[in-house]
């Protein structure tokens, strides 16, 4: 078998690299070799590879050939294959990408810890070389051998054989989730494919599968955790649970036959949830102190520009309204549709407690209470599927705190503003390149969704006269003329789009729905023109200068959210509810 190398900007810094060299592959790196010519040179093995090729921040990549050498090519002693470049193009701000032979001159390219900008650049780099056999992305593709292999190394800890028919569920903006079969039985893997991905976490994958596990035995309806994956079996963090039926489609959950059991059901898995202490659980589960968390929504709030006064608002809301601290209990931290698994009414599952967390109770309750969570039910306040008398009545029947309005509200806005930081973030994860997923970019703009949800929250609090004025809204420039326009061209490309869907399996079709969002946003945007706000009214704002007692401040804001929410979201309920309310649409 060839011997292959590395490439890197800094490879020799690299902690992670070198494990995965050593534990999984059997070879030892050497440190720099300066700039673009930089290699690890790795020696012989039994494994399925032996080239491993880093893309770091700032390397360039496209257009590189597989070439052959001859041993004496100056700086290339020993190496019997190489990448050349040719007509270098930037990507930027790219993680890492792995290439490894497999067997013969046949290659499998995998990307599983970078981003797609770069697998499409090796893609079309590798085209037409007579050796290559595959080419596939970990993380996108099914069947990804890499995973496969690490996997089994994973299954074998638990007593279980190899995986089969593994397959990347769609959806996971942030965790991965791929559903396979062993001796049998049916599976699903979460996990991070690189530690980057845990970095700003409170708690590791080894912590949540504590927490699921002690659910479990509190008598939640929460997934069996199987095995935690390992370093060594160099395919990121994440642990192996047996899978449950059930779907956690909201839209197929809202049409159950019968929502107000399932309201009985999630109000005393939730019960049961705040009923697990501290000493079952790991000491590095986090505790919420409510007025960090609202200085830290304002540092993500600076860092994300300062310039959305509705935001601003909800922060300044939140600083004057903080209740006293109660006893915390544990808090799932993402109770919501989505999350839930349903089987003909009947709850069958609680998903992703990776922000799980002690606090107030009431947050819970009012996260998946939120309107974005009810996925078109906006008047089912209760996850969508009844009334929150029900609901609360329900959860303290079944040994629930009791449940106090005031706090149930804090706690909605505290999460509104919460959502709507974590929604702009997406679009600094993408710019950082960290991660350059489609979803990122198109995520970032239901910020504006939030945005409208805290103006109709909180707008009682301003002057009556205020409230009743009604007002119309800027209806964007009307029909182009002449050549194509920015929204002709989007829809053209969309439409494109539809017409290959046919072709399209897994996790790429979903990527395709998401790429025709994107689209219609580009349009509707160019159309309607929003406006943006100010950095120095937000200031005012958060000092307390500037708020619903200002005349006209109202009608600013509500005139803001619509047209905002007009081109990112022109279907989200709440878009509805505020236009008859500030509009008088019928």
């Not at 808090?331 to 990776?354: A, I, M, Y």
């Amino acid at each position: 078998m060839a011997t292959h190398f590395a490439q890197s900007l800094g490879i020799g810094d690299n902690e992670y690299i070198a494990d995965l060299a050593g534990n999984s592959l059997g070879v030892e790196p050497f440190g720099r070799r300066g700039a673009m010519g930089q290699f690890v040179k790795v020696g012989r093995t039994a494994a399925l590879a032996d080239i491993v090729l880093v893309l770091n921040p700032g390397a360039e990549i496209c257009r590189r050939e597989i070439g052959f050498l001859g041993a004496a090519e100056p700086g290339f002693e020993g190496l019997a294959a190489v990448l050349h470049d040719s007509e270098m193009r930037s990507i930027d701000d790219c993680d890492m990408g792995l290439v490894w032979q497999l067997h013969g001159d046949g290659l499998l390219v995998s990307l599983g810890f970078g981003n797609p900008t770069v697998e499409r650049g090796l893609r079309s780099a590798l085209v037409g070389i007579p050796s290559l056999r595959h080419t596939c992305c970990m993380g996108e593709s099914e069947g990804e051998s890499l995973l496969h292999v690490g996997l089994t190394r994973a299954l074998a800890r638990a007593g279980l054989g190899a995986p089969v028919r593994l397959r990347r569920l769609t959806g996971g903006a942030t965790m991965e989730s791929w559903r396979f079969e062993a001796d049998g039985e049916a599976f699903v893997l979460r996990r991070a494919p690189s530690p980057a991905f845990m970095e700003e976490r409170p708690f590791g994958h080894p912590t949540e599968a504590a927490i699921i596990r002690a659910a479990k035995a509190a008598g939640v309806t929460a997934p069996e955790v199987l095995v935690e994956l390992q370093k060594s079996d160099g395919i990121g963090s994440g642990f192996v649970m047996r899978a449950l039926p059930g779907t956690p489609d909201p839209r197929a959950i809202l049409a159950s036959a019968s929502p107000a059991q399932l309201v009985q059901q999630a109000a005393q898995d939730l019960a049961r949830i705040h009923s697990i202490g501290a000493a079952d659980l790991p000491a590095d589960v986090p505790t919420l102190d409510y007025r960090e968390g609202v200085e830290k929504l304002r540092e993500q709030f600076e860092e994300a520009g300062g310039d959305r006064p509705i935001i601003a608002l909800g922060l300044r809301w939140l600083l004057d309204n903080l209740p006293e601290p109660v006893e915390p209990v544990l808090n799932h931290g993402d109770f919501r549709l989505g999350n839930l698994l349903v089987e003909d009414s009947q709850l069958t599952g609680v998903l992703d407690w990776e922000l799980a967390h002690f606090g107030d109770w009431h947050e819970d309750l009012a996260f998946g209470c939120m309107p974005v969570w009810r996925f078109g039910a906006y008047d089912k306040p209760a996850l969508g599927l009844g009334s929150l008398d029900e609901y609360f009545a329900a959860y303290e029947a079944v040994g629930g705190r009791p449940v106090d309005p005031e706090r149930f509200r804090f706690w909605t806005v505290y999460r509104t503003v919460w959502w709507a930081l974590g929604c702009l973030k997406m679009a600094a994860y993408w710019r950082s390149g960290e991660d350059r997923m489609l979803e990122r970019v198109v995520i970032s703009r239901r910020t504006s969704e939030q945005e409208l949800d805290l103006l109709l929250m909180l707008e009682k609090e301003a002057l009556e006269e205020e409230r009743r004025i009604k007002f119309q809204p800027f209806e964007g420039f009307g029909n182009h003329f002449g050549e194509a326009g920015v929204e002709e061209l989007a829809v053209a490309i969309s439409e494109w789009l539809e017409s290959i869907k046919p072709a399209m399996t897994g996790h790429d079709r979903f990527q395709l729905a998401v790429a025709r969002n994107a689209l219609s946003i580009i349009g509707r945007n160019d159309r309607i023109m929003p406006a943006g706000g100010l950095i120095e009214d937000c200031d005012r704002i958060l000092e307390g200068e500037l708020g619903f007692k200002t005349l006209g401040f109202l009608e600013e804001r509500r005139k803001e959210a619509l047209e905002k929410v007009e081109v990112d979201s022109p279907k989200y309920p709440s878009l509805a509810v505020a236009r008859r309310k500030w509009l008088g649409d019928d």
